[in-house]
C-alpha cells in the first residue's frame, strides 16, 4: 500500500503562485510515476501534470508554461509549482502514484484562486 498527503493549498489572488507538495509512505518502491489531477465543481477530473521516476515529464496544455511538477526522491515528495494563477485554475488538486496494477490517490487540496 502506498499513501499520499497533498498540502500546500488555500486561497491565492489571480496572477499569484503555490506550490502543493505530495508526501508518499508505504510501499513506494512500487511506484514508477506519480501525477497531480484536478477536478473543479461540475467537472470531470483532469490530468495536470505526471512525472516518471526518471525524472521525464508530462504537462497538459492548460497547464504548460505556467505549472512546474518535480520530485524529490530521497523524500518521495512530489511538488507542482502553479504560477500565473487564474480562476479557472480553482479546483482540487489531487496527487496521484502509479504502481504497476494500481493508481493510488490523495485526499486532496483545495486551490482557489479569486480576488
Known amino acids: 500500500q502506498v499513501q499520499l498527503v497533498e498540502s500546500g493549498g488555500g486561497l491565492v489572488q489571480p496572477g499569484g503562485s503555490l506550490t502543493l507538495s505530495c508526501a508518499a509512505s508505504?510501499?513506494?518502491?512500487?511506484?514508477?510515476?506519480m501525477g497531480w489531477y484536478r477536478q473543479a465543481p461540475g467537472k470531470q477530473r483532469e490530468l495536470v501534470a505526471t512525472?516518471?521516476?526518471?525524472?521525464?515529464?508530462n504537462y497538459a496544455d492548460s497547464a504548460k508554461g505556467r505549472f512546474t511538477i518535480s520530485r524529490d526522491n530521497a523524500k518521495n515528495t512530489v511538488y507542482l509549482q502553479m504560477n500565473s494563477l487564474k480562476p479557472e485554475d480553482t479546483a482540487v488538486y489531487y496527487c496521484?502514484?502509479?504502481?504497476?496494477?494500481?493508481?493510488?490517490w490523495g485526499q486532496g487540496t483545495q486551490v482557489t484562486v479569486s480576488s
Open positions: 496521484a502514484g502509479y504502481s504497476a496494477f494500481v493508481t493510488y
Open positions: 508505504g510501499r513506494t518502491d512500487s511506484i514508477y510515476a
Open positions: 512525472i516518471r521516476t526518471g525524472g521525464s515529464t
